[in-house]
């Protein structure tokens, strides 16, 4: 079993920034890899990004490529979304996930392809 616990939400207004973080224990985590979605009400969970804890590569969705960044520490367990120029359409519940798995490419980006899920993190970004 794999424990996450997301922290750093909050309200911000346009432009402005937020860092969100993600704590993961639980079972050994050196092959994990960490991924973070985001759902608006209404709206089905969307792919942000994921780090892959070894090599550390990482891939971000093009809807937020350029503006969040995904990054992570190994030793500590700790994985970060950096959110800068928050728009309105930010708004949503973020949680972070993660798998044990091998994926190669650019996956894992679907909910489903994630075991373990944290409770989320409410990000409003007003206009």
């Known amino acids: 079993q794999v424990q996450l616990v997301e922290s750093g939400g909050g309200l911000v207004q346009a432009g402005g920034s937020l860092r969100l973080s993600c704590a993961a224990s639980?079972?050994?985590?050196?092959?994990?890899?960490m991924g973070w979605f985001r759902q608006a009400p209404g709206k089905e969970r969307e792919f942000i990004a994921r780090?892959?804890?070894?090599?550390?590569?990482?891939y971000h969705a093009d809807s937020v490529k350029g503006r969040f960044t995904i990054s992570g520490d190994n030793a500590k367990n700790m994985v970060w979304l950096q959110m800068n120029s928050l728009k309105p359409e930010d708004t949503a519940v973020y949680y972070c996930?993660?798998?044990?798995?091998?994926?190669?490419?650019?996956?894992?980006?679907?909910?489903?392809?994630?075991?373990?899920w944290g409770q989320g993190t409410q990000v409003t970004v007003s206009s």
């Open positions: 996930a993660a798998v044990q798995r091998a994926f190669y490419g650019l996956g894992p980006t679907r909910p489903y392809e994630y075991d373990y």
């Open positions: 639980g079972r050994t985590l050196s092959s994990i890899i």
């Open positions: 780090i892959k804890w070894r090599g550390e590569s990482t």
